[in-house]
């Protein structure tokens, strides 16, 4: 025994202090059998809990895949319903461009139109007034020299 060449006790000494130490810690102490099944036990537990770990892992997979799916088609269906809005919004709005040009048209002719009218009306008024004055301008003209040839008379 190592007690008796080590510390040099007796073998009745290493015995009773085996035996009083072992008492002491009572089941506390672990064999080499006990260590190699407890072991063995953690090691199957922790196979268990890494074949479930990896089970949950592979319907995570599963999931994210699935989410990724659905995503992908959202946004594929989102995409394609924008990109049809978008296309009517466009078409209504060259519409929109089209009838806006053509009551542009429409109202650059009347404008047109309307000032031409104004035009030959101011030109009418003009040569009225024109007339009126070269006859009120003839009228003073014979009275001055209706006006003179009398002075002239008198004189």
Not at 23 to 41: F, I, Q, R, S
Not at 71 to 100: F, M, N, P, Y
């Amino acid at each position: 025994m190592r007690l008796q060449e080590e510390a040099g006790f007796e073998e009745h000494q290493a015995r009773a202090l085996v035996t009083a130490f072992a008492e002491g810690m009572g089941e506390e102490l672990a064999t080499k059998n006990d260590l190699e099944k407890t072991e063995a036990a953690l090691k199957s537990d922790l196979e268990k809990t890494e074949a479930a770990l990896q089970g949950q892992i592979v319907a995570l997979k599963n999931d994210l895949e699935k989410t990724e799916a659905t995503l992908k088609s959202d946004l594929e269906k989102t995409e394609a319903t924008l990109r049809s809005d978008l296309e009517k919004t466009e078409t209504a709005l060259q519409g929109q461009i089209v009838a806006l040009k053509n009551d542009l048209e429409k109202t650059e002719a009347t404008l047109r139109s309307d000032l031409e009218k104004m035009a030959a009306i101011l030109r009418s008024e003009m040569r009225e007034l024109e007339q009126r004055m070269t006859l009120r301008l003839g009228a003073m003209i014979a009275a001055a020299v209706g006006i003179i040839v009398a002075v002239d008379k008198l004189l």
